[in-house]
């Protein structure tokens, strides 16, 4: 049976592609395709998804020569592919977190065989429609796969891009087999095996992959107005395809006319910015302008405001010697204020005088001839409230204050936090305990996360029997608000704590500051996932 491949990948809006993508023609007219999307960034993930495609067509030369199972093919190939890039990313400080997703399909004697880590994805066209073959590894998919969410508001969350499951960022990873044993799909006369990265089918639903393949001339126009349409609709990410159609697909007697490609579209936008650079040039002035006058006009407000309320103390202030009576505790004009100290009250003497004219002779004042009342210490400035109730790790003494910050740990925590300490005791055992010193910890279930100044550390414990149960999956997002809406990185992993040292480097490939939330999510192997309260991380504070 004669069949037509096509591998397309490009970096659409991104500076660099992340992706790529594998057809390699195998004996007997079997051909084996992938697509990989890498994550971890610095380049590593164009590493990874690059070492993954290269890796897994080497080991399909070995595995004809072998004849072994499919199935035992693509599970040898997944563990081999993820011990390479792990012992990689663990010797390499450069490729530290560096992963990938990756779908395969084989197609041996006309059955289909496919493999899939992360949420690239495997499609079956035929005579009965498309088909998703495969299931996305998202935090959302359960959501999804239950009714709970729809494909719409699963995409639109900030949860969207976190992944449970990546070839490389662990020490192991379990890749979903399909069929798991026995014979291949078998796949009829004109069939299209279609794989794509999320930067496609997160912008283009499977009704409109079936469409435009049926609609268009052959597969490789398909493949192109598919990738031109993600791109027009918005996609942010690479977008990748790979597919093979064994004979000839059902299409349609009308046909549309395809998308121009993306490098066309890009350079048709370059060049009308070039053929009308004078207009070009008078959008760049008029916006300078605009913003000039937005500036000038919040400056003018501004002043017109600090004048406003300036002119309103002053007519609210009376004149100072309109009135010239004494309160019961100052004395005679030209004389100091009694000292209220020995009242019982901790302020100055001269605080509490003007206290007790304030309240016990209504409107009176201190004459100007009196002392002035010291300077009361600096107040503190507010903490941000943290959403677990936690503590700032931080203590910031004004210019007249020496005592350290007190410390409020909630009723809930106080098993997981040591004993508060006095101050003098604090300022002996500063250097013993300024590694292992809890910070924050918060609980939900089973779940608890600690906080102490050089690592995160979390945990499953059972409330039944007081051990500790594995979970398959640990998902670490880190945010810049509580409810994980601006998602800056994610983590999946089997371990139980991170340094801070490695959450400053991940931090900082994101571009992001030193400061955000942590969620910890507890993701079981039968379902079940536990999420734990945000914890505050302000990272300079810790160090």
Known sequence: M?????????????????????????????????????????????????????????????WERRKRSPQDFLRDAYEQINNSLYEEAQEDESASGMGTTLVVALVVNGELYAANVGDSRVYILDSSGIEQLTEDHRVLARSVRDGLMSEEEASASPWSSAITRAVGTNARVEADIFPDAGPGRLLEPGS????????????????EIDAALRTTADLGSGARHLQSLAYRKGSDDNISIAAVELGSLSRHKKRIKPLPTIQRMVGGQAAARRRHPVLAGIAVIL????????????????????????????????????????????GRQGEPVEDAGSAGDEGTGAEASAEGAAGEGGDQRILPELPRPQRAARAQPDKPEKPNGGVESRSEAGPDEGAPAETTVPAEDAL????????????????????????????????????????????????????????????LIFSLDDRCEEIVATVSTSG?????????????????????YLTVILSFTEGEEIKSEPLWLEIDGID
């Open 287 to 330: 916006s300078a302008i605009l913003v000039v006058l937005v500036a000038a006009t919040a400056y003018y407000l501004y002043q017109t405001r600090s004048r406003s309320e300036g002119d309103r103390e002053r007519e609210e202030e009376p004149p100072a010697a309109a009135d010239m009576s004494l309160g019961p505790r100052a």
């Open 192 to 207: 299209v095996v279609f794989l794509s990265s999320d930067g496609l089918h997160g912008w283009v639903d499977a009704a």
């Open 496 to 516: 139980s704590e991170i340094g801070m040292d490695e959450i400053i480097r991940l931090l900082e490939r994101q571009g992001a500051g030193r400061s955000c």
């Open 416 to 475: 997981d936090t040591p004993p508060a300490q006095e101050p003098g005791e604090r300022a002996e055992n500063e250097a013993d305990d300024s590694v292992n010193a809890v910070v924050e910890s918060a609980q939900a279930g089973p779940l608890r996360v600690w906080l102490d100044r050089s690592t995160v550390r979390w945990s499953c414990v059972s409330d039944a029997t007081g051990s500790e149960e594995v979970p398959d999956t640990f998902i």
């Open 2 to 62: 004669k069949t037509t491949q096509i591998g397309l990948t490009h970096r659409g809006r991104r500076a660099n592609n992340e992706d790529n993508v594998l057809i390699e023609k195998l004996g007997g007219g079997g051909v084996l395709l992938a697509v990989a999307d890498g994550m971890g960034g610095h380049r590593a993930g164009e590493r990874a998804s690059a070492a993954a495609v290269d890796r897994l067509a080497r080991l399909a030369k070995a």
